[in-house]
Nanobody
Framework: QVQLVESGGGLVQPGGSLKLSCAAS????????MNWYAQAPGKQRELVAR???????NYADSVKGRFTISRDNAKNTVFLQMNSLKPDDTAVYYC???????????WGQGTQVTVSS
């Protein structure tokens, strides 16, 4: 079956960095657009970053210049490098895989990121 397993979350001080990973199995990874979403307490889940199979990227305005999404198609893994973290970045971060030819999509279980001093 399809699995998306996130890792790398944790507690970090403001200004610090974290790198999230999402390992996918059960899908043809190269045919999926990979996304990272964030859901802060009491808020809707929002798209943070997206990367297509050929490496094109898009970012939410709030993270441009601080976050970098990348993927390794050989290892079926997508990454989110988060630098200059702010308390407002505190959220559960979810990995999402969307098939590029339909609305078929899968979600990971989420990983908590807490930015606090």
């Amino acid at each position: 079956q399809v699995q998306l397993v996130e890792s790398g979350g944790g507690l970090v001080q403001p200004g610090g960095s974290l790198k999230l990973s999402c390992a996918a199995s059960g899908i043809t990874f190269s045919l999926y657009v990979m996304n990272w979403y964030a859901q802060a307490p009491g808020k809707q889940r929002e798209l943070v970053a997206r990367i297509t199979s050929d490496g094109s990227t898009n970012y939410a305005d709030s993270v441009k210049g601080r976050f970098t999404i990348s993927r390794d198609n050989a290892k079926n893994t997508v990454f989110l490098q988060m630098n200059s973290l702010k308390p407002d970045d505190t959220a559960v971060y979810y990995c999402n895989a969307k098939f590029q030819y339909s609305d078929l999509a899968y979600w990971g279980q989420g990983t908590q990121v807490t930015v606090s001093s």
